[in-house]
């Protein structure tokens, strides 16, 4: 840094943002202290950058006010440092005085109030600052708030430098208008406002999501959090300003700061037992509408029973588990989202997870979509945060780390994850729900589980075991229509009635009763209302997504013979748009219902039509990063088109960080009218995308998959299936795992026929290691033994003797744990004579579990000898090296010479425990229990084994946790 600017000598660096540094300096005219603003760039700033730091200059020179930052000097002369000079003050911001919990209210509100009176002032002086945030509010020495930093400021008559869609400002606290690029004004400051008054009540920010773009998608399209649900001993009348103040159209939040100022002094009173709730007269009320409206709202009518079953369900009551059954269109999700919002305050934050068509064989794919949203808002996407966050939620640091380095790879879909069983991994998930249900009330929502992979569904039933109340509530909505007697959900779901885990809430159709009641919503004009409805309730069958459709384009046809919008009486109804005699209305037959789909695409512009059916190629749940990818456009542009789709057609939906189609059947229509070589082309387009931004992370390989093998590329979908497959089988989901490989296997097969040399002969070779490996774990040692001499055949002798000798190892496993002892041996043998010296990992693991197989035959001396090579040949790996010696403890232990076994043992434990191996750790501290008990150390022993007992049950070990027990008894 330069030392001395003008009459400044800089001092220390007192932070940085986006624009520049900020020094602490001496006016060495008056030995005042300042603070000094250096533009980023220097010299070299762009004319765009020296105008916005003249602005912020502009605006503190011109606005007076002590609750507001005063700039003294400024220079942006040609060819030097620009800079500027204001008051110094030392602080903290308000985001620096913030604790976990927040600040006591009434704290809070006494600053807001204060910034709220500076805040009028700016905008009464035709000022818009589009900055406020916690970080850009100084304490003076006083204590008192003061605003500063007023870079992205626009006065009155200016023209906004975001004009051209560019977007300015902190993510977390911007406007919905600001988030699409669109014109600012006082009320975007004020709604910017209110996300810092939330975060000084909570601790916390309003809108969350894992990267800048998924936080303005929050912005734009989700509701807030609700402020009682994060303290919920906070007054109801705070919950309904901040509604108010956070409304996603402008015309519904407070329209002045004044107004804002004068309700939160209200409020004020009411907690200083000054004013009496009833008292209240406040301009914010419960209720009011937001842009998630829908466009053709229809209230929610004959469905009050299964309404208050799922209102109990949602708070905990009955059972664990709470199924929704309903056919297509039935309702399942309004359903679901109209008993949380009744709940109001008391609902629990839904984590919402699905399996969209076309992605059944995803192994976790709900839960996954489920709780990724969740971590990420709560900043867990690293394996040390999460572990803190586990840690603190069990009250104890001991074991989260090793639970946290297992599910993070898991949960980022990166594969890798060391899961030593399937247990592990569902008692790992079981206590990350219980420690989010810990910390707030949340519920789980999985819809479309008539879709969902069988290691989902055993998930859910390993769940429905779990202590009562210790787990959040779980709602399952499926398709009655589409199940299978003989798999899946249906045979679970016979199992979980049976045994009282599960409610199921029926979902028919609608009643006339209820038919009527909407048709005197939807079509008020209508004379023959009862004859209207008796009509509709046989066109539809009592559906509700068909009768919605059915009254919308009754509705649409009325409105097109008035130029004003109006609905008209039936006697000016011309019979071309809607006949007053309901009989003689022309209606599609609920089977082409997709013709009352097509009736709504026809309105879209070409290029409307052309992102939806992208979207449609991509899935009924889609992003805007991949439509951008692929159309070539900018996420921003794109997300402000599916935002105006949402507003205009109800067409798509925001849900959960996400785009959704309205029904299905809306991607169905979009989907089956592409032309084929259209529709191929989009999918090679999405597939091809996917590879460039990630497809070789384990969980995107399937969805690439998929694409390739839509676009008639199955060769390039090839490597992805083996690679989803090897991801499926690490996460002990072998459906899924086999119908990736052998789909694999069938492609490889013609390719290998065509070229017996090329490529496909090492895939297919990759292939059979694979399927054998999940044979294997499933225990079927002859097909595993006849795969993995299948995978050997096709290697290239001389070239591949690595992969040769790994081959045969597993060959040797399989044969003696098939009862073949000879064959093994000469297995072990044949992977001894092709594995090089140099790969001396692989070395040891064949004496290693050649060591197994010796020991089993009682030749002790050959399994020791075995083991003492090993250990040569994985010197330097101490992983390699704690489990060798494990193995050597359990043969000492076997022979009977417990002391040695005793002092190897022990030496594991402390290494073990030193390099956080806790798998080894709790079998070395379970062979060292029984060590100790058969030398007559009961005392010991016992320590031992509770220390591992208690282990297991941390690292979700259950099988081990189960042998324990038996140990111990």
């Known amino acids: 840094m330069p030392e001395f600017l003008g009459p400044y000598q800089l001092k220390r660096l007192l932070g940085e943002g986006g624009m520049g540094q900020v ?31 003249a602005r912020e200059a502009r605006a503190g020179m011109e606005l007076e006010h002590p609750g507001l930052v005063r700039v003294l000097a400024v220079n942006i002369a040609e060819g030097v440092q620009p800079y500027l000079a204001m008051e110094y003050l030392p602080g903290p911001s308000l985001k620096g005085v913030l604790g976990e919990g927040g600040l006591a209210p009434l704290n809070a509100l ?48 200016e023209t906004s430098l975001s004009r051209t869609g560019v977007v300015f400002g902190s993510p977390h606290y911007m406007s919905p208008e600001q988030g699409l690029g669109e014109g600012l004004d006082a009320r975007s400051d004020l709604f910017s406002f209110c996300v810092t008054l939330f975060e000084l009540l909570t601790g916390r920010l309003p809108f969350r999501g894992g990267n800048p773009l998924a936080v303005i998608y929050a912005i734009i399209n989700e509701e807030p959090l609700p402020l009682r649900r994060l303290k919920p001993e906070l007054p109801e009348a705070l919950d309904w300003v901040l509604a108010r103040g956070l409304a996603k159209r402008r015309p519904e939040r407070y329209q002045s700061a004044e107004a804002l100022a004068d309700d939160l002094r209200q409020v004020t009173e009411l907690l200083r037992g000054r004013r009496a709730p009833d008292a209240l007269a406040l301009s914010a009320r419960p209720g009011r509408g937001t842009v998630g409206e829908e466009l053709f709202p229809l209230p929610l009518v004959g469905r009050d029973d299964e309404l208050a079953a799922l209102q109990r369900a949602l708070r905990g009551d009955g059972p664990p588990l709470h199924f929704l059954a309903g056919e297509a269109g039935a309702g399942k999700t309004r359903l679901v989202r109209e008993a949380a919002l009744r709940l109001g305050s008391a609902a629990p934050a839904l984590l919402v997870g699905r399996t969209p068509p076309g992605r059944e064989g995803f192994p976790y794919q709900p839960w996954l979509e489920a709780l990724r949203p969740a971590l990420e808002s709560r900043e867990l996407r690293s394996a040390a945060n999460l572990a803190a966050f586990l840690a603190r939620a069990g009250g104890a640091s001991d074991g989260a780390d090793a639970r946290a380095r297992l599910l993070h790879p898991f949960l980022a879909g990166e594969g890798g994850a060391r899961i030593e069983n399937r247990a592990q991994l569902f008692e790992g998930l079981r206590q990350l729900l219980a420690a989010l249900a810990a910390e ?37 909505s499926y398709r009655p229509e589409e199940l299978s007697e003989e798999e899946g959900l249906e045979p679970l779901l016979r199992e979980l009635k049976a045994d009282g885990r599960a409610a199921v809430v029926e979902l028919g159709r609608l009643s006339p009763a209820a038919v009527a009641e909407l048709v005197a919503v939807a ?46 009486a039936p006697d000016s109804l011309p019979t071309t748009t809607l006949d007053p005699d309901p009989e003689r209305w022309e209606l599609p037959l609920p089977e082409r219902i997709v013709d009352l789909v097509e009736h709504r695409l026809a309105g879209l512009a070409p290029e409307e039509r052309e992102l939806l059916e992208l979207a449609a190629v991509e899935g009924e749940a889609f992003s805007p990063e991949v439509l951008a990818a692929v159309l070539e456009e900018r996420k921003l542009r794109v997300l402000r088109r599916l935002q105006g789709l949402e507003r205009r057609t109800r067409l798509v939906q925001a849900r959960e960080g996400r785009y959704l189609f309205d029904h299905a059947i809306v991607r169905r229509a979009l989907y089956d009218g592409l032309g084929d070589s259209l529709r191929r082309e989009y999918h090679l387009e999405v597939g091809e995308y996917l590879v460039r931004s990630g497809a070789d992370q384990a969980e995107n390989a399937a969805a690439t998959a998929r694409h390739f093998d839509a676009a008639d590329e199955p060769r390039r979908a090839l490597p992805f299936h083996l690679a989803a497959g090897r991801h499926a089988r690490t996460l002990y989901a072998p459906r899924a795992a086999r119908r990736h490989l052998e789909r694999a296997r069938d492609e490889a097969d013609l390719w290998f026929l065509e070229d017996p040399q090329g490529e496909a002969r090492g895939l297919r070779g990759d292939i059979l290691r ?25 290697l290239t002798p001389m070239l591949d003797e690595s992969r040769r000798a790994e081959l045969e190892r597993l060959r040797g496993e399989c044969l003696h744990y098939a009862g073949q002892p000879e064959d093994a ?68 232990l076997q022979r009977g010479e417990l002391e040695t076994a005793r002092t ?66």
């Open 825 to 892: 041996a000469r297995a072990f043998a044949t992977a001894l004579t092709h594995c090089p010296n140099a790969a001396r990992a692989e070395r040891a693991r064949i004496l290693r579990s050649r060591a197994y197989m010796q020991a089993r035959a009682n030749r002790w001396d050959e399994a020791l000898a075995s083991c003492q090579a090993a250990l040569l040949l994985s010197e330097g790996e101490r992983a390699d090296q704690m489990a060798i010696r494990h193995t050597l403890g359990t043969i000492h």
């Open 904 to 969: 190897i043992f022990a030496e594991v434990v402390a290494e073990a425990s030193r390099d956080e191996e806790q798998y080894l750790r709790t079998a070395a501290l379970a062979n060292l229990g029984t060590v100790l008990w058969r030398l007559g150390e009961a005392d010991e022993a016992l320590r031992c084994l509770e220390e591992s007992r208690a282990l297991r049950r941390r690292l979700g070990l259950v099988i081990e946790y189960a042998q324990i027990l038996m140990n111990l008894a």
């Open 770 to 794: 694979e399927l054998g490996l999940l044979e294997q774990t499933e225990g079927r040692y002859d097909r595993a033994e006849t795969l993995f001499s299948g995978a050997a055949s096709l």
């Open 110 to 157: 006494a600053l807001a109030e204060a910034i709220l009176d500076a805040l009028a002032y700016v905008h009464r002086q035709g000022v818009v600052h589009r900055d406020i945030k916690t970080g850009n509010i100084m304490l003076d020495a006083a204590g008192r708030p003061r605003l500063m930093d007023f870079g992205l400021t626009t006065f009155g008559d």
């Open 523 to 568: 079509l008020p004009g209508v004379a023959e209302r009862e004859r209207a409805a008796a009509r509709l309730h046989v066109e539809s069958g009592g559906n509700p997504f068909v009768l919605r459709e059915l009254l919308q384009l009754l509705d649409s046809r009325a409105r097109q013979a008035d130029p004003d919008g109006a609905t008209l």
């Open 440 to 476: 707030e009330p949340v519920a789980v929502w999985l819809e479309d589980l008539h879709r969902g992979d069988q290691a989902s569904l055993d998930l859910l039933a390993f769940l429905s075991r779990g202590r009562p109340g210790e787990l959040p509530p779980f709602l399952l």
């Open 23 to 53: 020094y602490e300096a001496l006016d060495r005219r008056d030995g005042s202290r300042v603070a000094v603003k250096l533009l980023r760039g220097g010299a070299m700033a762009t004319d765009r950058e020296k105008e916005l730091f």
